[in-house]
Nanobody, 119 residues
Framework: QVQLVESGGGLVQPGGSLRLSCAASGSIFSINAMGWYRQAPGKQREFVATIIRGGSTNYADSVKGRFTISRDNAKNTVYLQMDSLKPEDTAVYYC?????????????WGQGTQVTVSS
């Protein structure tokens, strides 16, 4: 019942910045957490960052100090500000929703947006 639409991906040079957006719509009962994951070619999808209901954030070690996750509750939108981008950040980035009534929580994934960091 919840749908996620991602935007903001693109091509950027090393050291550059991008901001990804993920807008949730539909029957949003409760957002327990929103997060970002990424998947590079030939690799497993990996955790990047999450923001939980109370506003606490968590980051993968590889992006700490460079990426910032935030949200606009009024818009049901989560953002990922990516600074000091490196070629190793190149991947498809997926937004994830986790929420619902207690005992009935579920995950929803966004469609993915390509981020390419290259000279």
């Amino acid at each position: 019942q919840v749908q996620l639409v991602e935007s903001g991906g693109g091509l950027v040079q090393p050291g550059g910045s991008l901001r990804l957006s993920c807008a949730a719509s539909g029957s949003i009962f409760s957002i327990n957490a929103m997060g970002w994951y990424r998947q590079a070619p030939g690799k497993q999808r990996e955790f990047v960052a999450t923001i939980i209901r109370g506003g606490s954030t968590n980051y993968a070690d590889s992006v700490k100090g460079r990426f910032t996750i935030s949200r606009d509750n009024a818009k049901n939108t989560v953002y990922l500000q990516m600074d000091s981008l490196k070629p190793e950040d190149t991947a498809v980035y997926y937004c994830k929703y986790y929420g619902g009534p207690p005992g009935y929580e579920y995950h929803v994934w966004g469609q993915g947006t390509q981020v390419t960091v290259s000279s």
